[in-house]
């Protein structure tokens, strides 16, 4: 069994979603004591943003529960990241799919829908960059609920 896992988040942008993930998933490892045994990064399929921080409306939401991404930085998802992670999450089936076109040419690790982990019964966890403030809210329940799963599967691999 291996003693260390690694899990990369991708969205568009890497502003929003993913770097809500690394932070929610990063704290729940934490209060679980895996955090050791784990290496945690998230990326986007876009270019817009690189080097820069988080959305100021995702820090904000993330703030409000206690976590703090705002040092954070955009960077693109590269092909070396399929070899380099063990799980590799989209946020949604257009993640997806750009993300499987790398995985065809590449190979490595397949990536997944994140709520696959999830229990909510939604696949996707919805874009919230042109919408209001509980747009954020709700990407950050539903990352926390998966979350959680992830971390289940994640122990059960684990020596
Ligand atoms: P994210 O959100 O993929 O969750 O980081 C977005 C951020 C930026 C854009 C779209 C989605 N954009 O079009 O610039």
Redesign the pocket.
């Known amino acids: 069994m291996p003693d260390q896992a690694s899990v990369l988040f991708v969205?568009?942008?890497?502003?929003?979603?993913?770097?809500s993930a690394e932070g929610v998933f990063r704290r729940l490892a934490e209060e679980q004591g895996l955090a050791g045994k784990l290496r945690i990064d998230s990326c986007?399929t876009?270019n817009?943003?690189i080097g820069k921080a988080p959305?100021a409306r995702a820090v904000g939401a993330a703030g409000r529960r206690g976590i703090d991404i705002s040092d954070l930085k955009a960077r693109q998802i590269l092909a070396e990241d399929l070899d380099r992670f063990d799980y590799v999450l989209v946020?949604d089936r257009s993640n997806l799919a750009d993300v499987r076109e790398m995985w065809h040419q590449n190979g490595g690790t397949e990536p997944r829908l994140f709520l696959e982990f999830s229990q909510s019964g939604q696949a996707e966890v919805p874009?919230?960059?042109y919408g209001g403030e509980d747009g954020f809210e709700r990407v950050l329940d539903l990352i926390h609920e998966a979350s959680e799963g992830l971390l289940e599967d994640i122990r059960g691999r684990l020596a």
Not at 11 to 19: A, K, M, T
Request: net charge negative.
């Open positions: 969205c568009l942008g890497n502003i929003c979603r993913s770097p986007g876009g817009w943003h959305d946020m874009d919230p960059y």
